[in-house]
């Protein structure tokens, strides 16, 4: 059986080992890319690899739990392991990540509880949650025989909070249920989040996360570490080699031998767990969202997060410049040719067909009837769009509607006509409407765009989606609605045999033969906002305003024939053609 003990030094087999680690989270690759990203890993020289785990991805809705195809995580473990390389998982309750609302399961907003704290309703979901999630870790951990070094109990709680019994109680839910490795906290190293957010008293591995002056946060956490008489090894557990994006915004960027020669320095003092090695792509509507005082800025569909490896998994300038120096520092350090993917371009790929949403509405949702607008949540759903449907009387010529408490950006439609497009700062602004007919028929569709994944707003009632409070008509609020929760993931079973109305919502499918699928980036240049799904997989949002206007294409997506491309477009802004490029496309945005 091997062993791994923490004592002055991280110790395998009783002989000490330093952790080269990079982050690469399963459920954001598609499962056949997992060997090549886990490969080029191995292949830099590295021994380890990082992983979250993301409570909302597995439970969904609650009770049903998924651990298949793209959430198969003990299949992910296993390739690791085949590889030689060890694993560092992060399975507590709440990941950040610049995932949708942390990782936490939307559901939780509909329980009347306190996320991340000793609330009793909140530990006994967690506690479910775990009965299913660590029986599928235990066998996996190293001294059972797998490649599992150790595992986290809560990922940065000391920006968070300071509930030391809640850490007390996840910390012990973990050995009651099995978990034999060593455990850990991950925070900032400063001296405020690390005595909040860390349970040293405890005897659990305390670790930083910071991505430069490697010299300076270490000797602040052998600092801390000392003042508990603790002479650990040093880990910065999230050592953050680029960052994420937001839409409307630059890309972010970081200069490669700077990086380099942070990566180096943290290197020489301690292990390190490169975040991210691979970043992957934020499938579907699982990008998160900052918050801001005065607004939440949501985050693009790539995470390609300035990486080693890019969202496509191929090598990077700054892989090959990390390769170099760890050949020069690090003595008889086993590298090997990295593996790379190639992509394909196809062009000129006509439109087969459209139809409004307002004409497929029933393909795609079950309505719910309320007296007052219903959010998402309360409706049964997690993410990305429900439509809000009634009839209005006409009073006047021209009339005021204005919406109250919706997250977090609507559309409003009067007689299957655009009215008005709002966001956040915008909402609750007085809108002008001018009826043809007496008993129009008002649709608002709103769109989550993220939920937080960080920050104070993580226990805000802005979380929960939709319309909260209700629609007014000059004053008085509007009653008997019908809420649309719509699923997308429907969207190849709809009837295309309707008409398609201007500048209203829309579904385009584009139908193309592949004789040698590989990967590829379709060309959004063209459409203004909404998600794309291939073959019935939703790759993620698009948004003209950039900084991306592309989104990646898995080669394993598409299948040699014929393929359905379906974007779903809420501007009305389209082109009757789509191209396949072999490259991401980049909007120039200047601060």
Not at 75 to 80: G, K, R
Not at 220 to 246: A, H, I
Not at 422 to 447: A, H, R
Not at 549 to 569: A, V
């Amino acid at each position: 059986m091997t062993t791994f003990d923490i004592k002055e030094e991280f110790m395998i087999d009783g002989q000490p080992v330093k952790i080269l680690s990079g982050a690469i989270h399963y459920f954001r690759i598609h499962p056949d890319d997992w060997y090549h990203s886990l490969y080029n890993l191995k292949a830099l020289g590295f021994n380890t690899v990082e992983t979250y785990v993301p409570w909302n991805f597995h439970e969904a809705f609650e009770g049903t739990f998924n651990f298949d195809g793209l959430l198969d995580i003990e299949n992910f473990l296993d390739i690791a392991q085949s590889l030689d390389l060890y694993a560092i998982v992060r399975p507590s309750p709440y990941i950040c990540a610049e995932w949708d609302f942390g990782g936490l399961p939307a559901w939780l907003l509909t329980k009347n509880l306190r996320i991340r704290s000793n609330d009793p309703k909140f530990l006994s979901y967690v506690n479910k949650y775990y009965d299913i999630l660590l029986p599928k870790l235990i066998d996996h951990q190293i001294d059972h025989g797998g490649n599992i070094l150790m595992m986290q109990v809560e990922n940065e709680y000391g920006s968070y909070c300071q509930d030391k019994q809640y850490l007390k109680n996840i910390k012990n839910m973990m050995i009651e249920k099995g978990v034999t490795v060593p455990l850990f906290t991950s925070d900032g190293s400063w001296l405020a989040p690390l005595e909040s957010g860390s349970m040293i008293e405890d005897d659990i591995l305390v670790t930083g996360n910071f991505g430069s002056n490697a010299e300076g946060n270490f000797k602040q956490l052998t600092s801390f570490m000392k003042n508990y008489n603790k002479d650990w090894p040093l880990m910065c557990m999230e050592f953050w080699g680029g960052w994420f994006n937001r839409w409307g915004q630059p890309i972010v960027k970081r200069d490669t031998d700077e990086l380099v020669d942070a990566v180096r320095e943290a290197i020489k003092l301690g292990s390190v767990n490169i975040y991210m090695f691979h970043g992957g792509t934020n499938f579907g509507f699982m990008s998160g969202c900052s918050a801001r005082k005065e607004k939440e800025m949501p985050q693009i569909t790539s995470y390609d997060y300035g990486a080693l490896l890019d969202e496509q998994g191929n090598p990077t300038e700054r892989y090959y410049g990390i390769q170099k120096m760890l050949a020069s520092d690090i003595e008889n350090i086993s590298q090997n040719a990295p593996l790379i993917k190639q992509t394909m371009s196809l062009s000129n790929i006509p439109l087969h067909e459209s139809v409004s949403l307002c004409y497929v509405l029933e393909d795609l949702a079950s309505p719910v009837t309320a007296k007052y607008p219903q959010s998402m949540e309360n409706c049964g759903q997690n993410s990305g769009y429900i439509l809000y449907r009634t009839t209005i009387p006409k009073y006047t010529d021209e009339e005021k509607i204005k919406v109250i408490n919706a997250d977090d950006r609507l559309q409003i439609f009067l007689d299957n006509q655009h009215i008005a497009t709002q966001y956040q700062d915008e909402i609750g602004e007085e809108v002008n409407i001018k009826q043809t007919y007496d008993n129009s028929q008002l649709d608002i569709l709103v769109e989550h765009m993220g939920r937080v994944n960080y920050g104070f707003k993580l226990d805000s009632p802005t979380q929960k989606k939709g319309i909260k409070t209700g629609v007014m008509q000059d004053i008085h609020f509007i009653l008997d609605w019908k809420q649309y929760p719509i699923d997308i993931d429907k969207a190849s079973n709809i009837d295309f045999n309707n008409s398609r109305i201007n500048n209203t919502p829309a579904f385009y499918k584009f139908v193309v033969d592949i004789d040698k699928p590989e990967d590829t980036f379709i060309d959004l240049s063209e459409f203004g906002k909404g998600c794309v799904l291939v073959n019935g997989f939703n790759i993620g949002r698009f948004w003209q305003i950039g900084p991306t206007l592309s989104l990646y294409i898995s080669k394993h997506l598409l299948k040699k024939g014929t393929n359905e491309i379906i974007i779903f477009e809420t501007e009305g802004v389209y082109d009757t053609q789509l191209n396949l490029v072999d490259h991401p496309i980049y909007k120039d945005i200047t601060e």
